[in-house]
């Protein structure tokens, strides 16, 4: 089955110890983004992948690492994270090199709750 | 900047009635608009995509224009039915910086189809 696939699906943790949250998909796709959803603010892109060993920054990067060792792997890596970054965190991936008019396919998603 | 607008109020029709579902946007000129379904929790999951040339797309029941001189794109879903209710996304390309590699969701309207 075409999935994107992440872990933890939930995660509660204190200020300052680093985490990381993986992502990987089964559909050989190209393009990787992380998103990051509020209340009252939306889906808010944090960093995206056109490929391997090719990351850039969104719109909200403050905080937040990515690589993209390997094409199906995308992970998140939260070095220091604060209360601010208490968020509910979506993967995805879609075909082609750019946020382009593929769809794109999302994860379950993972809710992260700093304290 | 960039910025896709949608009305964030929730939007409660009888079923059976059609649901319409405003999307604007100012400050650039997308060359293709993405509707999104997400239910609360879950991840967003595509649903239409309407370029600029086209001035309109229908799959089913749900009809997608896109109408450029407005800068609008309207979601529509004929004969709703309760399980058409969640949240819709408009979602186009681009970032605040622009370029075709971010991707800018807005903030969704949430349909409430009354039995």
């Known amino acids: 089955e075409a999935q994107v696939t992440q872990n933890p699906r939930y995660l509660i943790t204190v200020t300052g110890k680093k985490l990381t949250v993986t992502c990987s998909q089964n559909m050989n796709h190209e393009y990787m983004s992380w998103y990051r959803q509020d209340p009252g603010l939306g889906l808010r892109q944090i960093y995206y992948?056109?490929?391997?060993?090719?990351?850039d920054k969104g719109d909200v990067p403050e905080g937040y690492k990515v690589s993209r060792k390997e094409k199906r792997n995308f992970p998140l890596i939260l070095e220091s994270p604060s209360p601010n970054q208490t968020s509910l965190y979506f993967c995805a991936s879609s075909f082609g090199r750019t946020a382009s008019s593929y769809e794109q396919y999302f994860g379950p998603g993972t809710r992260l709750t700093v304290t | 900047s960039q910025k896709i607008e949608q009305n964030s109020e929730a939007l409660n029709i009888q079923e059976g009635k059609t649901a319409t579902l405003t999307c604007n946007y100012t400050n650039y000129s997308p060359a293709y608009l993405q509707w999104y379904r997400q239910d609360p929790g879950r991840g967003p999951v595509f649903l239409l995509l309407i370029r600029e040339n086209e001035k309109e797309k229908r799959k089913e029941r749900l009809k997608v224009t896109f109408d450029t001189t407005l800068k609008q794109s309207l979601f529509h879903i004929t004969a709703s039915q309760p399980a058409d209710s969640a949240t819709y996304l408009c979602v186009s390309p681009g970032g605040n910086s622009g370029g075709y590699q971010k991707v800018t969701f807005g903030i969704g309207t949430k349909l409430q189809v009354i039995p």
């Open positions: 992948s056109m490929n391997v060993e090719v990351t």
